[in-house]
């Protein structure tokens, strides 16, 4: 179905593999598009509970395909400028579409990761990393704002980090440990193990009831700019609807019967 990425459905796993190598990942138009039907192909399936995105080669992606960006600036995309409604929002590139989804999502960073790929970073539920990676923006070093991007990655990072990788553009790279040890990522992985061990957590998160996971990262992503009480109220109307479904029964059922749970996701 797809030229520029891979998509494989293992269990309740699906993997979305970025698969330009010889471009370095770069994101093309073309890849743009395959990316959102990926993105929207895993959560309108009903077997799939969560996604994996990962990459091939030495980079996982290098940001917009500078080839194919107008001498305009305005966002790449296959579409009439314009024409739909996500054009008149931030542009979102390679981006989940983290705040309309439900489904969790597992990035894999497998090398080079820089300028849009950052959003990744920032916007996935749980990121681990090869031992290869890197992390960098390039953007104020071909004449661009370091935008989006960066603006996201001041929430993640200390703001004095986040503006030393936006000034210094391609000619500083953060080294794999930094990103841990300032929790930009949760774990170093040997390279070859890398998605390996992204299955191996994709397959524990699908232990947990599939509903109850989807209601928690609702719960945490809406309420992350809210202030405590009010995002405490909109946490409990999620728990609460969860508390209505099948699985909510069958959770404590399996406890009191000591036996593995038979999620249904529904």
Avoid at 228 to 234: A, P, R, S
């Amino acid at each position: 179905m797809y030229q520029t990425i891979k998509y494989e459905v293992h269990g309740h796993t699906a993997t979305i593999t970025l698969n330009r190598p010889d471009a370095l990942n770069a994101l093309s138009p073309h890849m743009i598009t395959e990316l959102r039907a990926a993105y929207q192909q895993a959560e309108d399936d009903d077997t799939v509970w969560l996604m994996i995105v990962t990459a091939t080669g030495r980079a996982f992606c290098t940001g917009a395909d500078v080839k194919e960006i107008p001498g305009d600036g305005k966002v790449i995309n296959e579409r009439p400028y314009l024409s739909t409604y996500e054009q008149w929002e931030a542009p979102q590139e390679g981006t989940p579409p983290f705040r309309s989804m439900t489904k969790p999502v597992i990035v894999a960073v497998n090398g080079i990761c820089c300028g849009a790929a950052l959003d990744w970073v920032t916007t996935g539920d749980i990121v681990i990393a090869s031992d290869r990676a890197t992390f960098f923006d390039p953007h104020v070093s071909i004449g661009l704002v370091a935008a989006r991007e960066m603006v996201r990655l001041a929430k993640a990072l200390p703001r004095s980090v986040a503006l030393r990788m936006a000034l210094m553009g391609k000619h500083e790279r953060m080294t794999v440990q930094r990103a841990y040890d300032l929790g930009l990522i949760t774990e170093i992985v040997e390279h070859s193990q890398l998605l390996e061990r992204a299955h191996e957590i994709a397959d524990t998160v699908n232990l947990n009831a599939p509903l109850a996971v989807r209601g928690t990262r609702l719960a945490i992503h809406k309420t992350l700019d809210m202030p405590l009480h009010e995002g405490e109220i909109l946490a409990e109307t999620f728990r609460e609807r969860v508390t209505r479904t099948e699985d909510a029964l069958e959770g404590p059922r399996a406890f009191v019967e000591k036996r593995t749970p038979n999620w249904q996701a529904r």
